[in-house]
């Protein structure tokens, strides 16, 4: 391998025309721009794209043509024989940014005199050509920065005019007597607000008493002393019996009358006193007549007074009810006047309240606005200042860091570095052709090979069978005995009746392991049977004897009942049942619900049952067994078992979800089986293991 490793090196050397030299110059460019004072918005561009950008301005058109433009370049004899020189220029220029500050650009040729040429005046072109574009860009964005606060100037002057526009509608510029003012107009408003209510109140009982007196149907109101009853204009006032008896009492002549009737009655009275009861003298019937003429001459003389006195009366009437209503009238429109006038006032306060809160929330919108702007206007001054200062004294973002220089080793000469690829590719390609064989075909030397790698439980591990002379058999049976207590407890089935035992392929000990795990469960007082599972290589009729039928196969194809199918063996507590012949129908039992019932049935019969079946990535057998078990038991066995045919295995059972249980590994050499030796017991039947040196292993 070495050997061809050199020949495929020096093939590269001579067979590619390559170039022999490398120039190559370094820049350094700052990550972030270097600055005398606070970072500006030029300085807080992301390294990584300012990067790249000055890689794209190597290879810029411009910076190209300024490259070819110098005379000592246009002499070369490398651009000369060049049809287009600048895009030979372009393609030959590497840039390499390193991921760091540095930034290298080479180009690769036979004449390092020329490549200098070149680099150098690359150098010049491309710092013109940063120079320019870093302060043309500061110099463009101070421009920008003034004219925007020009603008943002105007726009507070205007803010400033409607301020004062406003102020002078408010009667005040400060905000205190705004405020004041403000509060006087609300009380203003609420005075008149409540006088307009009570002049309604006032202008309503007016009305009302102006539609009582125009009421036909109203009822005539008492007059004054004398005074006759009321009417509305167009009817003849009511005057009652009262105020003409009222009017009588006044009358001077009737009240005369009325004392010479008195008179005449006491004259009377005292004329009968002068005599006896039941005589009637000459006085007293003089008396008598004179009162009845007194009488009558009061009684006419009233009758005549009274329709003089009524007509009088209600002529009174007449005049006050005229009186009353103009007043009515008139106090009705007065105040329908004041509620137009006061209601006009309210108005026009409530206009002026509406106006003054638009005025204060718009000065207030005006006010932060004017905030805003001058914040902004503080910062743009700002930063244009500082980028001012920076233009004056900062250094450059990008600098030389190297003057153009051969580059040593392989990195100066592609030729070298292709030579030396293809040696260290051949010899890679073919240790990495060993290795992937290796790991491919890689066996199993140490349980933690397959647990580790599969990530399932190792139950237990089995040394190798030998004499039985030097204790090896027993270190045997403890292992088995301990292998079947980890089985039965340790795993996370509650039930664990019906164990399929299985291999990826022959020769992993699976049937040996499936006998000694039978055998110890039936020494540990269970009634276990132990069928033959691999029905196209069975071995259980050469291992316990008997006849090869009828066996599993004509109990899958109903032949012959489970029970009675199943044989006893030498050793106690064990029955077995042997694969049987194996034809096609057979195979159909176990790929529909015969296997399945079958189980069930033995199940029942047997406390434990153990299937060896046969190697799972050879025959299907096995996977169709092995999805109706309660659980599997994977054997491998050291030094002979390959990993990846392991995994291959495992990868299967849990394709048909089967249950797996867990790992055994058989041929396991360790300290704790040699201990075992010196605690010989009573040796109890086994059998020969196959697979580490018996010879009836598949």
């Known amino acids: 391998m070495f050997l061809l490793a050199l020949a495929a090196g020096a093939a590269a050397w001579c067979l590619l025309a390559l170039p022999k030299t490398s120039v190559a110059v370094a820049f350094h460019i700052s990550t972030q ?39 000592a370049v246009q002499q070369l004899g490398v651009i000369q024989k060049q049809p287009n ?49 870093d302060n043309g860009t500061r110099r463009r964005r101070i421009d920008k920065l003034e004219a925007t606060n020009r603008s943002y100037r105007a726009d507070l002057k205007t803010n400033y005019d409607r301020i004062d526009a406003i102020a002078v509608s ?86 005369e009358l009325e004392a010479r009737v008195v008179q005449a009655q006491l004259t009377l009275n005292a004329t009968k006193a002068l005599f006896n009861p039941g005589e009637r003298p000459l006085a007293v019937a003089k008396a008598e007549e004179e009162l009845a003429a007194a009488q009558q001459k009061r009684d006419k003389y009233r009758d005549e007074l009274r329709p003089r006195l009524e007509s009088a009366v209600r002529k009174q009437a007449e005049q006050r009810e005229r009186a009353r209503m103009a007043g009515l009238r008139d106090a009705v429109a007065g105040l329908k006047k004041q509620e137009a006038l006061v209601k006009t006032k309210v108005l026009d306060l409530r206009e002026e ?33 500082s980028i001012k200062i920076e233009l004056g004294g900062a250094p450059p973002r990008v600098s030389l860091a190297e003057e153009p220089h051969v580059v040593p080793g392989l990195g100066g000469s592609r030729r070298k570095k292709f030579a030396v690829a293809a040696v260290l590719g051949v010899l890679f390609v073919g240790f990495a052709g060993v290795v992937l064989w290796e790991q491919r075909t890689a066996r199993v030397t140490h349980p933690d090979d397959v647990t580790v790698a599969l990530g399932v ?31 039965l407890s340790g795993g996370p089935d509650s039930d664990l009746r019906v164990v399929v035992v299985a291999s990826a392929i022959a020769g992993e000990g699976k049937t040996s392991l ?54 006893p063996t030498d050793v106690p507590g064990l029955s077995v049942l042997t694969a049987g012949e194996w034809t096609l129908v057979t ?3 176990l ?23 046969s190697p799972l990535l050879l025959v299907s057998d096995a996977l169709l067994l092995a999805r109706e078990a309660d659980g599997v038991v994977v054997s491998v066995l050291m030094g002979v078992s390959q990993v990846a045919l392991t995994e291959e295995a495992v990868s299967r059972l849990q394709t048909v979800r089967a249950k797996l249980t867990g790992v055994i590994a058989n041929g396991v050499r360790s300290a704790a089986h040699e201990y075992t030796r010196a605690y010989r017991a009573h040796e109890s039947p086994a059998l020969p293991v196959g697979g580490a040196g018996g010879p009836h292993e598949r």
């Open 33 to 71: 721009a270097p600055a005398l004072l606070d970072a500006t918005s030029e300085s807080r561009i992301d390294f990584g794209s300012y990067r790249q950008a000055q890689i794209a301005l190597v290879k810029r058109r411009q910076t190209l043509a300024a490259v070819l433009s110098s005379p």
């Open 85 to 133: 020189p600048q895009d030979w220029l372009s393609d030959a220029l590497k840039v390499d940014t390193k991921g760091g500050e540095l930034m290298v650009v080479s180009i690769e040729g036979d004449n390092p005199e020329e490549l200098f040429t070149i680099l150098e005046a690359l150098c010049r072109a491309y710092l013109a050509e940063v120079d320019e574009r």
């Open 170 to 255: 408010l009667g005040a510029k400060d905000g205190e007597t705004q405020a004041l003012n403000d509060s006087l107009l609300r009380d203003d408003l609420r005075n008149a607000t409540r006088e307009l209510s009570v002049v309604r109140d006032q202008l309503q009982r007016a009305e009302l008493d102006l539609r009582a007196a125009e009421t036909p149907n109203a009822a005539p109101e008492a007059g004054g002393k004398g005074g006759a009853g009321t009417a509305p204009p167009g009817r003849e006032a009511v005057v009652s019996p009262a105020q003409i008896d009222e009017e009588l009492r006044q009358d001077a002549d009737l009240r």
């Open 353 to 385: 309240v509406v106006k003054s809160n638009d005025y204060r929330v718009e000065i207030a919108k005006i006010r932060s606005e004017i905030a805003q702007t001058e914040k902004v206007m503080t910062r743009i001054a700002d930063e244009a200042n």
């Open 457 to 487: 439980r190792l139950i237990g591990a089995v040394p190798p069978a030998g004499p039985a002379q030097d204790g090896t058999h027993a270190v045997l049976v403890e292992a088995i005995d301990a292998t079947r207590t980890m089985l």
């Open 514 to 567: 499936s006998g000694h795990l039978a055998i110890s469960l039936a020494r540990a007082g269970s009634r276990t049977l132990l069928i033959d599972g691999d029905l196209r290589a069975p071995t259980a009729q050469r291992v316990f004897g008997g006849p090869l039928a009828p066996g599993l196969c004509e109990v899958l194809r109903g032949e012959i009942g489970a029970v009675a199918a199943v044989r």
């Open 587 to 589: 195979r159909q039992a």
């Open 591 to 613: 790929v529909g619900n015969g296997w399945r019932a079958v189980k069930e049935q033995l199940r029942a019969a047997f406390d434990f049952v153990v299937v060896d079946t």
